[in-house]
């Protein structure tokens, strides 16, 4: 037993002498990660890096096709262990096809939620606990992120925020849902305070965006 959780925590370590960077937003669902992944691309690119931007579910055609099968509100049967395993053969395929070779070419890859989003999500709001790591060291191997930008955000401000679009099958889960997994993340912020960068996203857009870029100028050594 000992000797497999060993495993597992070597395995999703990170690579220390890789080229490029790796930076992940998270949060729930409304707390405005759109918007602040496009402001700091728009910082990194006027930098000269160069930067490539994807996200999860989805990032490749096989992903997306995994997406559309767990978003899908029709699938209301749809068991949460095989959700989880969706989810990070979704990433997988992301890590293989597009993360790893974009990192070893030396580019700074943004990514729209990663791991943390199934921890939170699944081990948190499905209580699927400790599983959702290990199934996910299978995806993710050495590519954790250097940095990740957690936005939090109240879930009952985040649902009026996304009240006017349409729902997802994750997005209609009950308000109860929604608090574990906000509660999700804030354990994940202090269980890895070095990587996970938690800003207030009640702030104004200039606001939010000074603290990321401040981190992430300090990671690039800028
Ligand atoms: P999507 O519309 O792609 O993302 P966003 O809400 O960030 O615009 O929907 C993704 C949904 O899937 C979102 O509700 C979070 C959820 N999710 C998980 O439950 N686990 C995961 O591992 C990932 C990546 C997302």
């Known amino acids: 037993k000992v000797n497999t959780i060993r495993t597992i925590i070597i395995r999703i370590g990170k690579d220390s002498m890789r080229k490029g960077y790796f930076i992940t937003f998270e949060g729930g669902d409304g707390a405005g990660k759109s918007t602040q992944i496009n402001r700091l ?11 490539i931007l994807t996200r999860e579910p989805g990032g490749t055609d096989i992903g997306e096709k995994i ?18 395993m969706l989810y990070a053969a979704s990433r997988a395929q992301h890590v293989a096809q597009v993360i790893k070779p974009a990192i070893e070419e030396g580019k700074i890859v943004i990514c729209d939620r990663f791991i943390d989003s199934s921890i939170a999500y699944q081990g948190f709001g499905r209580g699927l606990g ?18 990740t930008v957690l936005l939090k955000l109240k879930p009952q401000l985040g649902n009026k925020r996304i009240s006017t679009r349409e729902k997802d099958r994750i997005e209609l889960e009950a308000e109860s849902f929604h608090q574990a997994v906000f509660e999700g993340y804030e354990t994940l912020e202090k269980m890895y305070p070095e990587r996970i960068i938690g800003v207030d996203a009640t702030g104004t857009i200039d606001e939010i965006h000074d603290v990321i870029r401040n981190h992430i100028d300090d990671l690039l050594g800028l």
Do not use: Q, W
Request: charged letters at 30%; hydrophobic letters at 35%; aromatic letters at 6%.
């Open 67 to 84: 997406r559309n099968i767990i978003l899908d509100p029709e699938n209301k049967e749809m068991d949460a262990v095989t959700e989880a």
């Open 130 to 147: 400790d599983s959702v790591s290990i199934i996910n060291s299978y995806a993710v191997g050495e590519y954790m992120p250097d940095k």
């Open 41 to 51: 691309m728009e910082h990194l690119e006027n930098c000269g890096f160069d930067v």
